[in-house]
Structure formats: structure tokens, C-alpha cells
């Protein structure tokens, strides 16, 4: 008996941007079946993926926006760290 693993739609997304892929929103939704790009990226984001939104032009002057999986800095990371200690002071 085998068991196979489902991988969900943001998981797909994530491999590809581990795997180095810059996609554009429409290409979110067209490859991986999916409504709200910006929603995915955004949940990615909130578990804590650095996902960073590049502005590019194409051949006609349109900006499109790509998506790609990054490092981030250690000022975000620092500034993270100062929201969190903030809101536990508040909470306490």
C-alpha cells in the first residue's frame, strides 16, 4: 500500500518560486488553477515567505507585476521583531 501526498495550490506556487521562477499574477492563476493570486501571495507572505513584488515592463511599455521569492534584509527582519515585541507589550 502507498500513500501519495497532495500537494495544495500554494505549495505549488512555492515550489515554483523556490525554484527560482518569477511569475506574474495572471501566470499564478492560469498554471495553477488558481482566483486570487494576490491572495496567495499574500497567505504565503503571512507564513512567513519573503515575497517580494517586482515592477517590470514588457516589450510594449505595460508594467506588470512578477513575483519571486527572496531574502529578506536584516532591517525587515529587525523590524519584525520590534512589531512583535510591541504588540506583546500591548497584550500584556
Known amino acids: 500500500m502507498t500513500t501519495t501526498t497532495t500537494l495544495t495550490k500554494q505549495d505549488k506556487v512555492l515550489n515554483a518560486l ?3 521562477e518569477q511569475l506574474t499574477g495572471k501566470q499564478i492563476a492560469a498554471r495553477f488553477s488558481i482566483g486570487n493570486a494576490r491572495a496567495t501571495v499574500s497567505a504565503l507572505r ?3 515567505f519573503a515575497i517580494y ?12 507585476i512578477k513575483y519571486r ?3 529578506p534584509s536584516r532591517a525587515v527582519v529587525a523590524a519584525g521583531y520590534k512589531a512583535l515585541a510591541a504588540a506583546a507589550r500591548v497584550a500584556a
Do not use: H, P
Not at 53 to 64: F, H, I, L, P
Open 46 to 48: 503571512m507564513k512567513g
Open 69 to 71: 521569492l527572496g531574502r
Open 18 to 20: 523556490m525554484a527560482g
Open 53 to 64: 513584488a517586482n515592477e517590470s515592463k514588457d516589450t510594449k511599455g505595460r508594467v506588470k
